[in-house]
Every structure is written in C-alpha cells, then in structure tokens.
C-alpha cells in the first residue's frame, strides 16, 4: 500500500478542472482579464492556472503558479484572480491556492501565448 503523500504511479501531476460545471466558461474568462506584469500575456494562456475546480454549491478553486518562484507580485496575483473571479453571477466563494509542483514550464503556454510572445 502506498503512503497517502505519494502520488500515484501515473497520476496526472496537475489535477484535472470541472470543465462540464456551467461557471467553468465564465471563469476561464474572468482568469483571462489578469495578466502577469512582466509578460504582455493573460495568466490562463500563460498556462499559470493549472485547475480550476467547482463544486455543487458553485464555490470555485483555483489552483494556480507562476514562472518563477521569486516572482515579484507572488502575493498579490492570487488575490487579483480572486478579485476577478469572484463578481461573476452565480458563484458562490473563490479559494486561490498557489503551487510550485510542477513547476512552470513554457511548453504550458498556449499557442496563442507562444505567438503572442514570438515564440512560434
């Protein structure tokens, strides 16, 4: 039997979202108005957001990082996606928690992040 702190062999590192929950739309919009000040590009495209989960009740939680641990506005932008987030009709209460496991890697930007930045 595996120790409760180990991750399962072949477990996806980065949780899967509740894409199905009818708010998950509206918050993958809202996610996109907060943009990293160092990089001209959206949080969510950035691939920062690594799950966004909804509960029955419509309470949302954001598990989020970013690209790079000593990132200057690393207590602050939790509070932004929260702050954009949490007007939208229907939900409930919004939970941004921040992790470095995995850490951050380019190839989790989206195509349109990587054109964006001139990277394709």
Excluded at 6 to 32: F, M, N, Q, W
Excluded at 41 to 55: A, K, P, R, S
């Amino acid at each position: 039997m595996t120790q409760p702190s180990e991750p399962l062999e072949g477990a996806p590192l980065i949780k899967p979202s509740t894409t199905e929950h009818p708010l998950y739309d509206s918050v993958v919009e809202a996610c996109r108005t907060v943009y990293d000040p160092e990089i001209p590009v959206n949080i969510y495209d950035l691939g920062l957001v690594y799950t966004i989960e909804i509960d029955a009740e419509n309470a949302v939680r954001v598990m989020m990082t970013l690209t790079a641990p000593g990132c200057p506005v690393a207590g602050e932008m939790p509070g932004w996606l929260a702050e954009a987030i949490e007007p939208l009709p229907g939900v409930k209460q919004v939970d941004v928690e921040m992790t470095f496991d995995p850490p951050w890697g380019m190839d989790m930007m989206s195509d349109e992040a990587r054109l964006e930045l001139g990277f394709m």
